[in-house]
């Protein structure tokens, strides 16, 4: 093995080496971003393989996208060579998936289990409360899901949530709940948070199973620990195991920075980090302190963001990377000027040498923010891609196609047999799918059998139409199947199923272009069907000596391929550094940036209400959150950082005057340079500074921000109870004040229209009553 390359640490601080020759003890690494926890996870397991002749067979690595496993597989195979392969590096999803299909026995499910994501998982819910005569507008499929999916995640199964159930709310959740869990386990499927928490009831079950694991998995990693959740901590716990009589429990090493907690919304919670000493009372903690990524001015203003969240432990980054230049500041008009502002500056670095395009990343807070961009960037032809947003595997023709092939390797997947049911239109209307859903019902049979039944006429009430269509119907999947059991590869099967269901026909006969996009998306889906019959597939698994293979779907397979996109994940589409991708700004959230590193990083949107979001205002728990993003944020940047946001932005097709954000506040004056200023901050007026090297384009669009006209508007007074009434939205009443003079802001609640929205008192027409 290349001995040398991968166990050499000189390019690591004495503390990276620290952790990364570690042994025995579970090992925490906390410390905050950029310091080179990543990348003391990868060496330390190059570290393990050369030093430690451990069997990569023996190491798992748990990482937070699909592409960060990828990334740092291949890392590792660079240091040790292709033996490497037998680690394995995924997410905790993509893991847990593995052992499941291995174990579906142990647990009663067949191996080629569906997996339903959000979409079908909010389907079924919706499914279940109408049939259980919820109102939707208290239960929508949305909260429903979002309380399921909390209850999972702290692993509360059904039948418990049940006996706990205190109020009306949570009696109504848990029957939801029960019904849900029954359908999932008529149509074979699991959904995400049930990946997490069958594996772990089945670790706890099942001691056999559990040894097997114990013995052969002897390290176990997470990379960005900050943002697991219960269900995922217990999971760890249970795979490290109390030990064997004749084997210690497995080494855990954990790193990650609480700073960077930003998944409260999906129950993450940095109790595991804050509290890892306590779990594992014989840890050890490494702290790093040096940044190797940022320039100083943007470590300062992150450290001093993030040094205003409360009960948070002090860390000092440093790093010998210097001063670097300033952080741009710019305020627009409004969102359409912000983004030509970030084109142009784009365009400007570019020219100048300064950066490719593919160092570049613009971010905002929520995925509805890119559609300015996107127009701009296209207007001006500047290449982009955006991560996240409508993803390819959401639109609607290429989940039709998913469908037909989960039904074909999973008959009872009820929710993806549904979708297809009358897809392309085939005479199978509502009245008829009720009918089987009765007779389903009725007779304690699935979905895919109550079909069967109403083709031979033994559904009650079915029309002789009807029965004659839901014929076709088994009889269509019946042939395609044979596909299948033939062997034949994916993207030969997807060919079949566009031809023989007349999906691409029904496509090609409109006019509507729209039609012609669809026609396109299916085109590339059965290209990446291909790709992925051809190419490597899943790599077998290569246990180490003395214990059994894991099974894995045979590489190309159908099981294979729907297992890989119901895995993917947004961050998974982030281009690579190859050249093919190069030349492409990226666009993201704030929340997909996560473990990212860019050279120039414009942050946009800095507005109270956009980012801090509307909820975090008058929540000082939320507001944490959002601090604990822009930390994030910030840090992404390597060397030039730009902060921006728009006087006016459209919300909801009205204009909305938003304040500064506040975290604009807390940046030390003197780190932001900035080329424009807004009307509501006082801060040195260096809007000349702007335009001058653009050459066009945006100094000729530069209007003067309308100062005058703000600064003569009157404060207007208000508290929380005042009513008021606005030009536009009528009559609302305050709910919330902040700040004072020409930044005082109100939230207000105008009841009618049903929303709450925050505004610049001076700057919109209300008048007190
Ligand atoms: P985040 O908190 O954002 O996940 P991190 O702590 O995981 O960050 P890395 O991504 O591992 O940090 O490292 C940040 C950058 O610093 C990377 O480009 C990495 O290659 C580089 N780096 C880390 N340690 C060193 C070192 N000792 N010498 C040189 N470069 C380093
Ligand atoms: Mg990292």
Request: glycine share 8%; hydrophobic share 40%.
């Amino acid at each position: 093995p290349p001995r040398s390359g991968a166990s050499s640490l000189d390019d690591l601080n004495d503390q990276q080496r620290r952790a990364v020759e570690h042994a025995g003890s579970p090992l925490l690494v906390v410390a905050g971003a950029g310091s080179g926890k990543t990348r003391v996870l990868t060496r330390r397991i190059g570290y393990l393989l050369a030093e430690r002749r451990v069997h990569p067979g023996e190491i798992m690595a748990i990482t937070f996208t699909n592409k960060a496993a990828a990334e740092m597989k291949e890392r590792v195979v660079d240091l040790v060579g292709r033996r490497a392969n037998a680690m394995w590096v995924s997410t905790f999803h993509s893991m847990c998936v593995r052992i499941l299909r291995r174990e579906a026995k142990t647990i009663g499910l067949t191996s080629g289990f569906s997996i339903y994501d959000a979409d079908d998982s909010r389907r079924l819910i919706t499914l279940v409360a109408r049939d259980l005569d919820l109102d939707p507008k208290r239960y929508s499929a949305r909260t429903l899901s979002v309380h399921l999916s909390n209850l999972k995640n702290e692993l509360i199964d059904a039948e418990t949530a049940k006996a706990n159930a205190t109020n009306d709310l949570e009696r109504r959740v848990a029957e939801v709940y029960v019904e849900y869990q029954q359908r999932l386990a008529q149509a074979n499927a699991m959904d995400f948070d049930d990946l997490i928490m069958r594996t772990v009831e089945m670790l706890q079950l099942f001691p056999d199973v559990a040894e097997y694991y114990h013995r052969r998995f002897r390290h176990i990693m997470v990379d960005e620990y900050q943002d697991t959740n219960h269900a995922q901590y217990v999971l760890v716990r249970e795979l490290i195991g109390k030990g064997l009589p004749d084997v210690p429990p497995a080494e855990l090493c954990v790193v990650g920075d609480a700073d960077q907690s930003i998944y409260a919304f999906r129950g993450a919670t940095i109790r595991n980090i804050v509290e890892f000493e306590r779990d594992y009372p014989n840890a050890t903690t490494v702290m790093l302190e040096q940044n190797y990524r940022s320039t100083q001015t943007i470590l300062d203003a992150a450290n001093a963001v993030i040094s205003r969240n409360s009960g948070r432990r002090d860390k000092r980054l440093w790093t010998a990377h210097g001063q670097g230049e300033k952080i741009v500041g710019y305020v627009g008009d409004n969102e359409h000027d912000e983004a030509s502002f970030v084109a142009n500056e784009i365009d400007r670095l570019v020219d100048s040498g300064d950066a490719n395009n593919n160092d570049i990343a613009v971010f905002y807070r929520t995925n509805n923010q890119s559609r300015v961009f996107e127009e701009i960037f296209i207007r001006l032809g500047l290449p982009y891609r955006v991560v996240g947003g409508v993803r390819f595997y959401e639109r609607r023709e290429v989940r039709d196609a998913m469908a037909y092939l989960r039904v074909l390797a999973n008959p009872e997947d009820t929710v993806s047999l549904r979708r297809i049911l009358n897809v392309p239109k085939r005479g199978i209307g509502d009245r008829a799918e009720a009918c089987v859903s009765t007779h389903a019902e009725r007779y304690r049979t699935s979905f895919a059998a109550a079909l069967r039944d109403a083709a031979d006429g033994k559904v009650a009430m079915l029309n002789p139409r009807s029965q004659r269509a839901i014929a076709g119907f088994v009889e269509l999947l019946d042939g395609l199947r044979r596909f299948v059991d033939d062997g034949q590869d994916v993207a030969e099967i997807l060919d079949a199923v566009l031809e023989q269901t007349g999906y691409r026909a029904e496509l090609e006969a409109s006019d509507d272009p729209q039609d012609g996009t669809r026609l396109e998306n299916l085109t590339e889906l059965v290209t990446v069907a291909r790709e992925f019959a051809e190419g490597p597939g899943i790599t077998p698994d290569d246990a180490p000596p003395d214990t059994e293979a894991v099974a894995v779907p045979e590489s190309g397979s159908l099981a294979a391929f729907l297992e890989r996109v119901s895995l993917v994940a947004d961050a998974d589409s982030i281009p690579d550094g190859d050249e093919e991708s190069s030349g492409v700004v990226t666009l993201m959230t704030l929340h997909t940036a996560k473990g990212l590193e860019y050279p120039v990083v414009f942050s946009t949107g800095w507005e109270d209400g956009v980012f801090p979001h509307l909820r975090a205002l008058s929540d000082p728990v939320e507001l944490a959150e959002e601090r604990r993003l822009a930390y994030v944020g910030i840090t992404r940047a390597r060397e030039r950082l730009y902060l921006s946001r728009a006087i006016v932005r459209a919300a909801w097709g009205q204009p909305m005057s938003n304040p500064a954000s506040r975290f604009f506040a807390e940046i030390p004056a003197d780190l932001i340079d900035w080329r424009r200023t807004g009307p509501d901050r006082a801060a040195p007026t260096r809007a000349t500074t702007w335009g001058g090297r653009s050459g066009g384009g945006l100094g000729t669009t530069h209007r003067p921000a309308p100062a005058a006209k703000w600064k003569d508007t009157p404060a207007l007074s208000l508290d929380v109870g005042d009513r008021v009434n606005h030009d536009k939205y009528g009559l609302g009443t305050v709910v919330a004040t902040d700040g004072a003079g020409p930044r005082a802001t109100a939230t207000i609640d105008f009841g009618s229209s049903g929303t709450i929205r925050l505004m610049l008192i001076g700057s919109v027409p209300l008048v007190k009553l």
